[in-house]
């Protein structure tokens, strides 16, 4: 019989699936012939995925060595961030806040494994299969006063409740999909959960069915519809249940959707068949779909990419179904000319009226429901060219593996562990995650000017890092508080008058000295001290899944200071109490604005007169008495303590005003 060192790798492969961590690493170190497989990357990936319910992302790339480190740290060092718009307790912490910040739970909700924002709510998916939410699923009609605290989303009470100690298949959730106001969940059994409020409805697709699954592959819940892929028969929408829908809701808590086939997308290709003159061998088999305003967007195993427009068909919400579904409507523009170079789609990701298409390549094609208007009316003349897709220069070779979509802005996930963020922040809500107005104009938001909650957008096409370092908002400040110095003036007044050169030169410089942060603490190759696994973005807010290595970030942060004068406590214990009281501050800067406006009907120049005054006496409530030039209660000094405001070369050649050197 031929010991394990002598069995073929093929065989070793599938044995490996059958071992926990603690007996695979002990196999694969018994001798030097099987050590080479300790880091197998099937082998880890599938473990942290299964384990964790980390959701699958194809164009996420990692080694054996990595995965296994994603292993061992998930269960200790992922944490929670939101920001953004907060009008429904949706970011699950108090007040609006323009910076990352963590979320804390009154309970132990165990290893969070995946995160998603709806319209006005944030949803969390633990390990255990089990969603919480915070916020409220719908805001137009929910009570803003008692929609922020976190909860558990419910099932019937027939049905088990899965919790971290009792597992029950019809109720571990293993993907789910948040739409504007509902949400949809996909069981381990196979079962779809529909929630518009605390309690879950059961769907079945078919009247009289002994068992609502019919082998259900993914949900996709959208703007206005909800969504599934079901084996043999393809993709289905139907409209999202609410308590005064027109499905019957039955006594058991289960309900019959009155739904949608599209036709042509339940093919599954078999080894033997043949491409033929149909519906389905044309669009093939359906890889992906999206759910947008309007519009279910698909791909197929073709290479192909589909649009359906759902608004189209309005007898859905009666009961009476059409008798003729159109046909999708294939995307042609998606297509390169060059018949040599064809496109390979790797993945789509979508929501609201924005999404994108993922290539082997590594190019991101995006766009918006208006290229879908064009492809599907009928009254397009198709004898002009179609629009085609963007193709954001920022965007392209950049590892970029997901984009989640706002309202106005998206945020874009690079494989290595950071996020860019792109486009507008409605009323300065905060939405990009760049900082309080007075800091965020370093990192090139433009703010409306003359209007205290006007609208700040980034460059079209122009992306900046978000950070998640507590410490880089008093980098940030202080930087700003130089443009004060009279040496600086003439610069200042160039980023407040909005020059495009400087402003330009301005958000560029921090932009790389921000990549700089963990320089000497971080080796290239390794992960940094805040890796991001998901970013999500909805309506007005964004939340990110971070792992957070404690150790690494404090050792950035020391690098930082120059001098500190405590005795008391260490510098990164002077930095977190001061962060506390930063966030304090703008917290009771904020109330006081909202009160002035709110009970005094103040007009928005009132309001930012307001604030001024609140800005200021929050100021002297953080800053001690005869503190002088001290920042966080103890510190000194910093390393940028000492540099002037930049003075840096702009992009056609002239160098910004002033006396100091020129920063390169």
């Not at 703007?223 to 249940?241: E, K, L, Q, T």
């Not at 519906?279 to 093939?284: C, D, F, M």
């Not at 120049?605 to 103890?634: P, T, V, Y």
Request: with cysteine; aromatic share 10%; charged share 25%.
């Amino acid at each position: 019989m031929p010991s394990l060192t002598e069995l073929p790798s093929d065989i070793l492969y599938n044995i490996f699936p059958y071992l926990d961590a603690t007996d695979f690493l002990s196999l694969t170190s018994s001798t030097k012939a099987l050590l080479s497989y300790s880091q197998d990357p099937t082998y880890w990936r599938v473990l942290t995925r299964t384990t964790f319910r980390i959701p699958p992302q194809p164009l996420l790339q990692a080694d054996g060595a990595r995965w296994q480190w994603l292993y061992k740290n998930l269960r200790t060092k992922t944490r929670l961030f939101t920001w953004g718009s907060n009008s429904h307790g949706n970011l699950g912490r108090a007040a609006i806040n323009q910076w990352p910040g963590t979320v804390s739970f009154p309970f132990d909700i165990g290893v969070i494994a995946d995160v998603q924002c709806g319209g006005w709510a944030t949803y969390v998916l633990n390990s255990s299969g089990v969603i919480y939410i915070f916020g409220a699923f719908d805001g137009i009609l929910s009570d803003r006063r008692s929609s922020a605290a976190k909860r558990v989303l419910k099932f019937p009470e027939q049905y088990r409740q899965t919790t971290a100690s009792r597992y029950d298949p019809q109720t571990a959730i293993r993907q789910f999909s948040a739409g504007r106001y509902h949400m949809l969940g996909l069981t381990d059994d196979g079962s779809v959960w529909s929630w518009a409020s605390a309690v879950g409805r059961l769907v079945r697709f078919f009247e009289g069915e002994t068992t609502p699954k019919r082998q259900v592959t993914r949900v996709a819940a959208g703007w206005d519809r909800s969504s599934a892929y079901i084996n043999d028969i393809g993709i289905v929408y139907w409209d999202p249940v609410r308590e005064t829908s027109e499905n019957e809701i039955e006594d058991n808590g289960e309900y019959t959707v009155n739904m949608i086939i599209i036709p042509g997308t339940g093919y599954r290709r078999k080894p033997d068949d043949r491409d033929l003159d149909t519906l389905e061998s044309r669009i093939g088999e359906v890889t992906n779909h999206i759910v947008l305003e309007d519009y279910i967007v698909f791909t197929t195993d073709k290479d192909k990419i589909f649009c359906f427009p759902t608004s189209n068909i309005t007898l859905i919400e009666s009961g009476i179904l059409p008798r003729e579904v159109p046909e999708p409507i294939e995307l042609s523009t998606f297509y390169p000319d060059d018949p040599r170079s064809p496109l390979h789609i790797r993945d789509l990701q979508g929501s609201y009226r924005s999404f994108a298409v993922f290539t082997d390549s590594g190019s991101v094609l995006t766009a918006s429901c208006t290229l879908l208007d064009s492809h599907s009316d009928p009254r397009t003349d198709h004898s002009s060219p179609l629009p085609s897709p963007d193709v954001i220069p920022a965007l392209q070779g950049k590892s970029v593996i997901s984009i989640a979509f706002g309202d106005h802005h998206f945020l874009a996930l690079h494989s290595y562990g950071s996020i860019s963020s792109y486009g507008i922040e409605c009323q300065s809500c905060g939405s990009l995650g760049l900082g309080v107005r007075s800091i965020s104009s370093l990192r090139g938001l433009r703010h409306t000017p003359g209007r205290f909650l006007g609208d700040s957008r980034l460059k079209k096409g122009e992306g900046r890092s978000v950070w998640f370092e507590p410490m880089m908002i008093k980098w940030l400040e202080d930087m700003r508080e130089k443009m004060n110095d009279d040496e600086a003036a003439e610069r200042a007044k160039m980023i407040d008058d909005r020059h495009e050169g400087a402003c330009a030169a301005v958000s560029g410089y921090f932009e790389r000295e921000g990549q700089k942060w963990e320089d000497g603490i971080t080796s290239e190759g390794e992960l940094g001290a805040y890796f991001v696994l998901k970013a999500s973005a909805a309506g007005w807010s964004s939340t990110a899944l971070v792992l957070v290595d404690e150790e690494k970030a404090e050792k950035a942060r020391l690098k930082h200071i120059a001098v500190s004068n405590s005795k008391d406590q260490s510098p990164v214990d002077q930095i977190k109490e001061a962060t506390v009281a930063h966030s304090a501050r703008e917290h009771a800067v904020d109330l006081l604005m909202r009160a002035g406006r709110s009970f005094f009907g103040l007009t928005a120049r009132d309001a930012a007169a307001a604030r001024r005054i609140a800005q200021n006496s929050a100021d002297l409530c953080f800053h001690q008495a005869g503190d002088g030039e001290r920042g966080f209660d103890g510190v000194t000094s910093y390393t940028w303590s000492n540099q002037p405001f930049p003075r840096l070369r702009m992009a056609d050649g002239k160098v910004m005003p002033g006396e100091v050197a020129v920063t390169d």
